[in-house]
């Protein structure tokens, strides 16, 4: 039996999802959890892959199950799993659906913030600026939806097909004080680092360092930067995943929470 697991987790002590050698990995400390409720290995699968030290507020894995338990498991895998790891619900799904295949849409949002705040560092990236240009920040993210190819803003893009990505949503926002930013971005699927250099660029924009024209000719495919400089993992989440079949809400109160009225549009 196929099951969709619903969970989310803090990036920083991990070095991404995907399971590696030698290193720590949300997808190895889920593993093997299950492996010891029921004794056997259990492989599962992600939505997709995050970097090191970067945040799912919402993310999907699948595992197949035999035979059918009887016990809670949502309250057993709660318990043995990190802190950082919390599992929301546990689906039991028809036929063969994937969890990462299957996706037709990826949201995230990076959050920055430009004062040092010690409640602040894991959960946001810390730039020490100041008089940025938020319009002409505003101005390039509203770009990205108007273009395809994002081959200029990965960092390996000749081990992909293609490069070309769906952009639906792009927006910038910053709260009252004008020292906390958001962009958020969704799409049907992301490059390699893609949202980091996207950032970076951004706040090149904002520093008066790279102009609108200049970010523009690299979705216009031009020349490829020498320097993609990608903006810190920290600050980086994965905020919502959704599926033909399956279009859960997220749970965790913290992305709510920054998402809601102290954020105004540029």
């Not at 996706?103 to 949002?109: F, G, I, N, T």
Request: glycine letters at 4%; proline letters at 5%.
């Amino acid at each position: 039996m196929r099951y969709f697991f619903h969970i989310a987790y803090q990036g920083q002590h991990f070095s991404g999802w995907q399971r590696q050698p030698g290193v720590k990995s949300v997808q190895e400390a889920i593993e093997d959890s299950l492996s010891k409720i029921f004794k056997q290995t259990i492989p599962i699968f992600g939505c997709g892959r995050t970097d090191a030290q970067v945040h799912a507020s919402q993310f999907f894995f699948h595992a197949d199950i035999e035979p059918e338990f009887d016990f809670d498991l949502f309250f057993i895998l709660n318990k043995s799993l990190p802190h950082s790891i919390a599992v929301f619900d546990i689906i039991k799904m028809e036929g063969l659906p994937h969890a990462r295949f299957d996706a037709v849409q990826r949201k995230y949002d990076y959050f920055t913030h430009t004062y040092k705040d010690p409640f602040l560092g894991t959960q946001s990236s810390y730039y020490h600026e100041h008089n940025l240009d938020f319009k002409k920040m505003k101005q390039v993210v509203s770009l990205l939806p108007n273009y395809k190819d994002y081959r200029n803003f990965c960092t390996h893009p000749d081990k992909y097909d293609h490069t070309k990505c769906n952009v639906m949503e792009a927006d910038l926002f910053v709260n009252a004080k004008e020292n906390r930013i958001r962009f958020h971005i969704a799409s049907n699927r992301f490059l390699g680092k893609m949202i980091r250099i996207l950032m970076g660029k951004i706040l090149l924009v904002g520093k008066g360092e790279l102009s609108a024209d200049e970010f523009e000719s690299y979705l216009n495919d031009a020349e490829r930067p020498k320097i993609l400089l990608p903006a810190h993992p920290t600050g980086l989440f994965l905020s919502k995943v959704t599926y033909p079949y399956l279009n859960l809400e997220p749970k965790t109160e913290f992305l709510t929470d920054t998402q809601g009225t102290e954020w105004l549009s540029v």
